[in-house]
Structure formats: C-alpha cells, structure tokens
C-alpha cells in the first residue's frame, strides 16, 4: 500500500502538471487503482498531510468557509510566476477533508479564474464517487469550499488585473 500511495506521490507532483495543476481525470484513475474506499481515505488523508502550512495570518474569518462541520480556511491568491494563474493556501482541522480541499487546491492551482469557474462540482463528486463516501453534511461543506474557491479566484483574478 505505501509503494502504491509513494507511486502515485510521483505522478501527481511531475513537472508537466505546471504550478500543481492536476487533471481530473488522474484523479479518476488513482481511485480506481486503489480500489476499496478504505485505502482512498488513505490516500486523501496523505494527499492533506501534504498541504504546505497555511500562514497564520491567512486564517480569518474571511478565509473560514461557512456551512463545513470542520473548520475549513482558505485563500486564493495570484500566482507571481504565472500571470492569469490563480495559486491556494488551505488548511483544514479534519484528516479526510483535509485531503478533500489538497485534491481540490491540485485540481484548482495554476488555472485562469475563468477555468476553475467552470469546474464542476457535480462531475467531480461524480467521477470520484465522493457523493457515496461522504455524508449529506460533508457534502455540503464541501460543496462550500467549492464555491468560495470559486469566489475567491474571481475576486484574485479581479484585484490582480486592477493593480496591473
């Protein structure tokens, strides 16, 4: 199992995937490698545990997603390397949604505002099955999260283009 998750550690930090864009898809497939839910609760708890620290500073209540049983931050803010990108700090109290918000900071990190808009929540709770694994108060919080990230990519991408 620590080889399988060490494998799949490499494919999703490849330098092709740009400032920490990941593919759904791959996302899909690493599931489906795993096989049970037992060891993909694994892998989300391993992909949080990844999360680099959030700065303290950055865990307000502006940044506190509303409507998560846990106590969700997080902060969307333009990528100094990548003109257009949007990057996110996050932090979570919570293992599995921890690494629900790392898999979603991969999915959202180095894309326009206006492609992590069209993101849908939807198809990944879909293709991932999340919808089956995570009870009905999880699913709103996260559906939550989704939408402040959202939020806050457009507000990044806003406030980067009128200091430009």
Not at 47 to 68: F, H, I, T
Not at 140 to 150: P, R, W
């Amino acid at each position: 199992m620590r080889r399988i998750l060490q494998r799949l550690k490499t494919i999703h930090s490849k330098p092709e995937h740009g400032a920490g864009m990941t593919d759904l898809q791959e996302f899909v497939d690493t599931f489906e490698l795993l096989g049970d839910w037992d060891q993909r609760y694994q892998y989300l708890i391993e992909l949080g545990e990844q999360l680099p620290p959030m700065p303290a500073e950055l865990k307000s209540e502006d940044n506190r997603v509303k409507g998560c049983m846990s106590t969700v931050h997080i902060h969307a803010y333009p990528d100094p390397e990548q003109p257009g990108a949007i990057q996110y700090h996050g932090d979570c109290d919570t293992a599995v949604i921890k690494g629900v918000l790392a898999l979603l900071i991969q999915l959202t990190s180095g894309r326009s505002a206006d492609e992590i808009n069209q993101l849908d929540m939807d198809e990944i709770f879909e293709k991932l099955q999340l919808d089956e694994q995570l009870s009905p108060n999880r699913h709103i919080g996260v559906y939550a999260l989704f939408e402040m990230m959202k939020s806050q990519a457009r507000d990044a991408h806003r406030n980067a283009s009128a200091t430009a």
